[in-house]
């Protein structure tokens, strides 16, 4: 008969249940979820936040630096740092907003969007694999209900 050794017994279980709460569900399934999409999007030679840039910018909009900063939900800073290497790499470029002279508007390059389209493919495939023990309306539900939890709101921070 064995016995566990203290260190196993004394180790608190953290995992999902039932009654945890739903803030912590969403923040471990969006942790999940980024490591997933994450390894696509490093098989490219980008990180997962670079993809989120270049998708933004391939649903177009001709947003300013600072809208775009908003609207995926990082720091000007941060963002800049992401378009500098993107354009180092030749997948974005950046030209001057109509009217104002200082602000930018970045555009996502020929280059970008085909590597952009090579992550979403396999982005697309890593979420089925990850979703498969739901039924397709039980995904349809979650993916409602998570679009009426986000709504229209330009929440600071950013959880990438």
Do not use: N, Y
Not at 19 to 45: C, F, K, N, P, Y
Not at 135 to 153: C, E, F, N, T
């Amino acid at each position: 008969m064995s016995t566990p050794s203290a260190t196993t017994a004394a180790t608190p279980r953290l995992g999902p249940t039932l009654d945890s709460e739903i803030t912590w569900l969403l923040h471990r399934a969006a942790q999940r979820m980024h490591a997933l999409t994450g390894e696509q999007a490093e098989v490219e030679g980008l990180s997962l936040r670079d993809h989120i840039v270049l998708s933004a910018l391939h649903l177009g909009g001709d947003l300013t630096q600072a809208e775009l900063a908003r609207e995926v939900g990082l720091d000007k800073t941060t963002l800049m740092s992401q378009l500098d290497r993107l354009e180092r790499a030749g997948l974005v470029l950046r030209r001057p907003a109509p009217g104002d002279r200082r602000a930018r508007i970045p555009v996502i390059t020929e280059a970008g969007d085909a590597v952009r389209a090579k992550v979403a493919a396999a982005c697309r495939t890593v979420e089925a694999d990850a979703l498969a023990a739901f039924a397709p309306d039980q995904v349809d539900a979650l993916r409602h209900m998570l679009v009426h939890l986000i709504g229209d709101s330009a929440d600071r921070g950013s959880c990438l």
